[in-house]
């Protein structure tokens, strides 16, 4: 996973910190322990984070292998007899420009809108998710970073009906089932478009229900008004329109606003 | 009407002849024509006053730059050119809708020092977070890379300055998340994006 720009900027204070200490034993031999596993830990977080800046392309390879280099050497010198000046003149390398060669354009990455509307929309619901539900948040979020937007709503819309699936399961089928009975009763668009034939016994049922049926059953089980019902129908159009082939092309600000509209019908109405 | 035609033709006559063979009866023409126009009855003009009285056609207000930005962001973009007394096209250009999110089109963030400049930064993206989502909540990593991009981002003061600016012009600040503007840096995130639009011009119209 890339490291952020300001886990970053903590190693390389924590890396000025050692040459300062380095640069204080001049040319003498490094003994303390302290010291060494400092700089081992440093050496070994680097390398940890290596790979991912160098696959998210955003900084010259060479540059990346220079630093590899100086902390494999670093991280060697940590278990021989070293000394101290020796070690500085491998750190300073990577103390001097690794602001400019990496933090820099890692900070341009995270910066970019496309990331920011991203991090708005996990955001949004942060803490108010399920595991399974954060997954599909994760995914639209990723899309939105990769200008997928289509993509990100049919993962927000997935999200969605993951919270009122749990919930279904949660008030059980006997409920669901009532629910059922209850909008047949009723006469007039919107109920009449759920037949007997909707009520459930098990999650594979539920799983292969239609969404269209679950948000007028919906209304029932969860309480929703007419408004919030239309509201939902909508979103699931918009979900429709971007699953299937056509001249749909949502933004940006659409997958934010689809998702801050779950957040109001769904996420903060019904309850996992 | 023509009382001295036959001087006046026949000095027509001469300076025809004066002209090259091949232009004479084409000049002879004009000049005629003009003779003869010159008698005519002249159409009264009307006084320079009146014409300054007429008002002008009044211009149709321009609508060109709604083509490109998103119908989410037009309206509040409208209104806050409206409180700012700006033309909207002039505070849309400040921005790039171009590309998906949009982003600012190249501008120069300035400040009497860098700490102002960064401050000056962070209510530049929180005017555009509220053009995009109409919350007054700024990216943190978003005004790093801006400041890193109007090279004036301090490194070991960010947080530092961004923290100072609680209570002021920021109302939450939480380091590495976001900040939230207070009513006091949203006017002045306003005031400051019309300051880069150029309001003096409007002042001047």
């Known amino acids: 996973m890339l490291p952020s720009s300001d886990a970053l900027e903590v190693l390389l204070e924590k890396a000025k910190e050692i040459s300062k200490a380095l640069a204080r034993l001049h040319g003498a031999e490094v003994t303390r322990q302290d010291l060494k596993e400092s700089l081992a830990s440093l050496a070994r977080e680097w390398l940890r984070f290596s790979p991912s800046i160098k696959e998210a392309g955003c900084c010259k390879p060479d540059t990346i292998a220079t630093y590899d280099g100086a902390m494999g050497d670093l991280l060697a010198g940590t278990g021989t007899r070293a000394r101290a000046s020796a070690l500085k003149k491998k750190l300073d390398i990577f103390c001097s420009s690794l602001l400019d060669d990496v933090v820099v354009p890692l900070i341009q990455i995270e910066g970019s809108p496309r990331h920011v509307a991203a991090r708005q ?152 | 009407m023509y009382e001295n035609a036959k001087e006046q033709i026949e000095n027509i006559c001469k300076l025809a002849d004066e002209c090259p063979e091949l232009y004479r009866v084409k000049a002879f023409e004009i000049l005629l024509r003009g003779y003869v126009d010159s008698l005519l009855p002249q159409r009264t003009v009307q006084p320079a006053t009146n014409v300054a009285a007429v008002a002008p056609p009044r211009p149709h207000a321009d609508t060109s730059w709604t083509a490109t930005v998103p119908q989410e962001v037009q309206p509040r973009l409208s209104a806050m050119a409206q409180r700012r007394k700006l ?48 919350r007054w909540v700024a990216d943190w990593a978003e005004i790093k890379a801006m400041c890193t991009h109007q090279n004036c981002y301090d490194q070991p003061n960010f947080a530092a300055t961004l923290k100072k600016e609680k209570g002021e012009t920021l109302k939450n600040v939480t380091p590495g998340n976001n900040v939230e503007l207070s009513a006091r840096g949203t006017d002045q995130a306003e005031q400051l994006l019309a300051t880069l639009a150029g309001v003096t011009d409007v002042a001047e119209q």
């Open chain 1, 121 to 272: 929309v996990q955001d949004a619901l942060a803490g108010q998710l399920t595991p399974e539900e954060s997954a599909y948040f994760e995914e639209a979020a990723r899309c939105l970073t990769v200008q997928c937007f289509r993509a990100a709503i049919i993962m927000l819309w997935a999200a969605a009906i993951a919270r009122l699936h749990g919930a279904v399961v949660k008030r059980g089928f006997d409920s669901f089932n009532k629910a059922v009975d209850a909008t047949v009763a009723r006469k007039g668009a919107p109920f009449n478009r759920v037949k007997d034939s909707a009520k459930l016994s098990s999650l594979p049922e539920l799983q292969r229900s239609k969404d269209s049926d679950l948000l007028v059953i919906g209304m029932e089980l969860f309480n929703l008004d007419l408004q919030a019902y239309q509201e939902l129908d909508r979103l699931l159009g918009i979900r429709n329109d971007c699953a299937h082939p056509g001249m749909n092309q949502p933004g940006a600000l659409d997958v934010q606003q689809f998702a801050s509209k779950l957040r109001t019908y769904v996420f903060n109405h019904v309850t996992p």
């Open chain 2, 87 to 134: 033309p909207p096209e002039k505070l849309a250009a400040l921005f790039d809708f171009s590309s998906d999110p949009f982003t600012f089109s190249p501008l120069h963030v300035t400040g009497k020092s860098t700490k102002d400049r960064m401050r000056n930064v962070a209510l530049l993206v929180g005017a555009r977070a509220f053009l995009a989502t109409g």
